[in-house]
């Protein structure tokens, strides 16, 4: 029983016998509601199950409850009213005002956001402490860091408690505010040694992230902050390959906030950066060609070779090596840009594209050169894809064995970042590497292990350079033509049945049992975006509905439908209801 689980929960002691038949009416009385019941157990340490029923029979025929809502939402209402007041007044604060956060939320953020003359910073943890106890904010761990949250019911009732306090509106920009300072610090230590922390809170924090974004776009005055927080978010649409995203918040904060800026030219750096990825290379030139401009207006060479470096990266997805190395070396011959630590983005394109050129010695050169300010930064994300570059050019150069040690070496670098898009090309270079080396069946498991993680970390629309799309055919038929159809598929199927842990392992080198023991680092495909709601309603725009018949379906309102479809398109960076289709097509595949 739902009570009696929680109530032990809280007292630490199972109820007594003689309660029970007060615990059955006070059950009857709250309507077998769980959050009700989960919300009058957790009083248990301070009422006796008795207390509890009389004081909610009280409640109930108090007068004080709207009679035209219905029973059943008047019980949960009452049970929340009561909850409200037996809580302390910092605790009644705290819970309204985490309502503001999107979904979860860690304690530094409260005690940025909420602490106040009336709750001061470090009396936070005791307040949320008691949140905790009384079953009004939920503790749960993501990424290693313990997070809260109001269940969505709660969090309604505290945001109207702020609407009506007319607190919510401040309580926006406090939050906006608190996102922002840490958007922009994690930007300025991005190439340094907490790279991988401020990954793991770029994922743990985004949909905070996200509101703060929308909050200023749609916010007159109020612009220029929304165009600061798009700048500093690259590492996190690149990283969790939330390039639809990411190119549809840069595409409203640049038409929001058209002054010639720096940070106007650092979104159009990362906007081309992004649009080139997608392959759209036509988007990509049409934001370059502007940054460009805006460094000449602005008189700035540091804005000119980070146009430079973005260009370089651009040329490399064109299948351009000679302009990579070109332009990666022109950014590197700025002396403003040279000296900063994101000078690792144009020494690992500089590996990249001679790699890609078939020029050994000089990716072994410049791999080294990457390798050492990687050691002197701490940036190990960009020090990723140079180690790549290293792989593909001891591939060209026949060296298999090397080159699968490269890249391993990637899948266990890229995975302490969730970077999906590094793991799957590694991923291309072993099973290439593979079939240089002769091992036909590992090459067709690692076959379909590719295809897995690309599923898991929903990776389409990249813009994979022909080549690889080359190899990658290439290395397929040698494998059929070894194995055999039947074998062939076998051993395919058994990689595409992988999960992303087990895919990581077998390529590190595990065999039979691709998940070990000695390596429990867990890779975590990008969570969805989509709460279940939407995931249901994209599901019924996939089989054709309009938002009349989606409402009717759901028993909701055409407006609420409408509202739902909005949202799935920003939150997936589409623009058509057949792009939706699409999606759900490729999640069901």
Not at 53 to 80: E, M
Not at 131 to 147: C, I, M, N, T, W
Not at 365 to 390: H, K, M
Not at 510 to 533: C, S
Request: aromatic share 6%; glycine share 6%; charged share 25%.
């Amino acid at each position: 029983m739902l009570f009696a689980e929680r109530a032990a929960a809280a007292s630490g002691a199972p109820l007594a016998r003689d309660d029970w038949p007060d615990v059955v009416r006070l059950c009857r009385k709250l309507d077998g509601l769980p959050l009700a019941i989960e919300l009058a157990a957790a009083q248990i340490r301070v009422l006796s199950p008795g207390q509890l029923a009389r004081r909610f029979s009280a409640l109930l025929s108090g007068g004080t409850l709207d009679q035209a809502v219905p029973a059943r939402h008047r019980t949960l209402q009452a049970a929340i009213d009561w909850s409200h007041e037996l809580c302390s007044p910092q605790e009644r604060l705290l819970w309204d005002r985490a309502s503001i956060f999107a979904g979860r939320f860690g304690l530094e953020a409260a005690e940025g956001v909420c602490s106040s003359a009336d709750i001061p910073r470090e009396q936070i943890l005791d307040v949320v402490a008691g949140l905790v106890d009384k079953s009004v904010l939920v503790p749960e761990e993501q990424l290693g860091e313990v997070r809260y949250r109001l269940l969505e019911t709660l969090a309604h009732y505290g945001r109207a408690r702020l609407r009506d306090a007319e607190e919510e509106q401040e309580l926006v920009r406090r939050h906006r505010d608190w996102y922002l300072e840490s958007a922009e610090r994690m930007a300025a230590q991005w190439y340094g040694p907490d790279q991988v922390k401020w990954s793991r809170w770029l994922r743990r924090e985004y949909p905070n992230l996200r509101a703060a974004m929308e909050y200023c776009l749609s916010t007159p005055g109020e612009e220029e902050a929304g165009l600061r927080i798009t700048a500093a978010l690259l590492p996190y649409w690149l990283g969790a390959f939330q390039l639809g995203e990411g190119r549809l918040w840069l595409d409203r904060a640049l038409a929001a906030a058209p002054e010639p800026t720096l940070t106007r030219a650092t979104s159009l750096v990362n906007l081309t950066r992004i649009c080139a990825d997608r392959g759209d290379f036509a988007a990509a030139e049409a934001a370059l060609r502007e940054c460009r401009a805006l460094a000449d207006f602005l008189d700035s060479p540091l804005v000119a070779a980070r146009a430079d470096a973005a260009e370089a990266e651009m040329a490399v997805l064109r299948g351009d090596p000679a302009t990579a190395v070109a332009l990666s070396e022109k950014a590197l011959a700025c002396s403003e840009y040279a000296a900063l630590p994101e000078r690792m983005e144009s020494l690992y394109q500089l590996t990249v594209g001679h790699g890609l050129g078939g020029h050994y010695d000089e990716t072994m050169t410049a791999f080294e050169e990457a390798r050492r300010c990687s050691a002197a930064t701490g940036d190990r994300s960009s020090l990723t894809w140079a180690l790549l570059a290293r792989s593909v050019a001891e591939f060209l150069a026949g060296e298999n064995k090397a080159a699968i040690k490269s890249a391993r070496q990637v899948v266990s670098m890229a995975r302490d970042f969730n970077n999906g898009i590094g793991i799957s090309a590694a991923f291309t270079l072993l099973l290439c590497s593979s079939v240089g080396d002769g091992d036909f069946d590992r090459a067709a498991v690692l076959h379909g292990a590719r295809q897995r993680i690309r599923q898991l970390f929903r990776i389409t629309g990249f813009a994979l350079t022909e080549r690889e799309n080359a190899s990658i055919e290439a290395a397929s038929s040698q494998i059929r033509a070894e194995l055999g159809e039947a074998r062939f598929e076998a051993a395919v199927g058994r990689g595409l049945a992988f999960t992303a842990d087990e895919a990581v392992a077998y390529a590190l080198g595990a065999e039979d049992e691709p998940a070990t023991a000695a390596d429990t680092h867990t890779v975590q495909a990008e969570p969805d975006p989509l709460t279940a709601r939407e995931r249901q309603v994209a599901q019924l725009v996939a089989q054709g509905m309009s938002n009349k018949q989606i409402a009717a379906a759901l028993v909701i309102g055409v407006r609420t439908a409408e509202g739902h479809v909005e949202r799935i398109l920003t939150k997936l960076g589409f623009t058509s209801r057949t792009q939706i289709a699409a999606e759900i097509a490729h999640r069901d595949d």
